[in-house]
């Protein structure tokens, strides 16, 4: 005779022996969706209102639904919840902790609906709320950009390519750029957003009930949009859960680039910036070092955003429809997901404003590299020179300079006129840093004018957002 008691309540009626205690522990999920508890709750309580608006439950039943899930909300918020492995999940859980306060009016509460619909329900609600939290950080970080590049518009750094120096730009422009990588971002999170905001609630296992549901009432009860079309796709998709994640790898490919120019710059042979030491640690058996952790965590951390990345789009390849057990897995790369994105953006966030610029040294480093040769290979142009030729002569000047450890606006007019007779005194003002940048003068161009005025217009992006 099997023991009733050892039974899974929800679901033993047809089982004639409990399940072995190995697969109690494999098949369980409570110990890490235990943290859809509130989203769980909200959904319970939006079905509930529905199955009384319907005249499936009577006000009194709605009514003690509500007060036994207000309970065992806050007895889970006090830490006091005991959360039991043979209960399988967070449903089962809290489903068995109502039926045990409230009694027969407890076991009401899954009419017209399955785990399939209410996880794909409590996920879709978590993520919700994860986006939101993670969209306001992103606008912190970008605010702190922007707070930057407005202060710093002005200053001049070497421009690379190939991590050689190319032309000068500003440290304002080039923060710009930062934000530009993460306003696509903010872009892609609301998008995925939009699609993410559709109610699974009412498919049921997999096709929908015998219950004249009303799935637009409880949709609008949990702020979704509406309900999702297809009761087969609404308990299997999780399209939303792998764009999250596809947006997460990109912000981090995005962080990671970021982070690699920080460790560059506050390494002793760029010594571009300062970032404080509050961000940063010491080494136990190199007194002098201090080590830019936060950033390389954050390039670190990338690699398990990826990772999960491609287990979500691993875990549903080849799924059949609709529901399968797979799908318990999509709960932890997407969790994780959510808490490093988070941590990386706080940290960003916090460092960024407190980024010092070695203004002096980032000159230093663009005149050594002879940042403005292009400029004066198009002050020839403008002699009437086809570019080649002055490409031609410029680098001949270039090497004569680094014969003497001299810029190109160190020179004398005599020296330069060695390489062409069409330089002139008025060549003085293109070889400057200055005049490099600022003849940059167009959208999207370096010149602090234009840094200036991308600020303006970011900051106003950033005002239209909800
Ligand atoms: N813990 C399950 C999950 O995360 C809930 C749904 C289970 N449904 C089922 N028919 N076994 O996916």
Known sequence: MIDEKKKNQ????????????????????????????????RGSLAHAAMLERIGVLSADEHRQIREGMQDILDEIERGEFAWSLELEDVHMNIEAALTERIGTTGKKLHTGRSRNDQVATDIRLWLRDAIDAIADELTRLQQGLIGLAEREAATIMPGFTHLQTAQPVTFGHHMMAWFEMLDRDYDRLQDCRKRL????????????????????????????????????????????????CAFASLLMTHLSRASEELILWTSAQFNFIHLPDRFCTGSSIMPQKKNPDVPELVRGKTGRVNGHLVSLLTLMKSQPLAYNKDNQEDKEPLFDTVMTIGDCLRAFADMVPAIEVRAENMREAARRGFATATDLADYLVGRGLPFRDAHEIVGKAVAYGIGLNRDLSEMTLTELQQFSDAIDTDVFQVLTLEGSVAARNHIGGTAPAQVSAAVERARTRLLQRP
């Open 197 to 244: 905001n559709r109610s699974p609630l009412g498919a049921a296992a997999l096709a929908g009930t015998s219950y004249p549901l009303d799935r637009q009432y409880s949709a609008g009860l949990l702020g979704f949009d509406r309900p999702t079309e297809n009761s087969l796709d609404s308990v299997s998709d999780r399209d939303f859960a792998i764009e999250f």
């Open 10 to 41: 929800s679901w033993g009626g047809r089982f004639s022996e409990p399940v072995d205690t190995f697969v109690v522990r494999f098949t369980a999920s409570v110990n890490f969706d235990q943290q859809l508890y509130r989203q769980d709750i």
